[in-house]
């Protein structure tokens, strides 16, 4: 769909966001690997100590 912008509104973003949704649902075996809470903490963590070492 070709988006011009007189239609871009509320209901343009949301079809966005809908289909982001779709696309990530179909796709989820590929990025399921990202869900693990535990390993997400430790990557923030690691990356602000590592951010942090700078100022």
């Known amino acids: 769909m070709l988006v011009t912008p007189k ?3 509320w209901t ?18 590929q990025w399921s690997d990202y869900t693990d809470r535990t390993a997400q903490g430790a990557a923030i963590s690691e990356f602000r100590h590592y951010a942090m070492q700078w100022y």
Do not use: F, H, I
């Not at 343009?12 to 075996?29: C, E, F």
């Open 12 to 29: 343009a973003y949301q079809g966005s966001t809908s289909w982001l949704r779709r696309v990530l649902d179909a796709n989820q075996s």
């Open 7 to 9: 239609d871009e509104s």
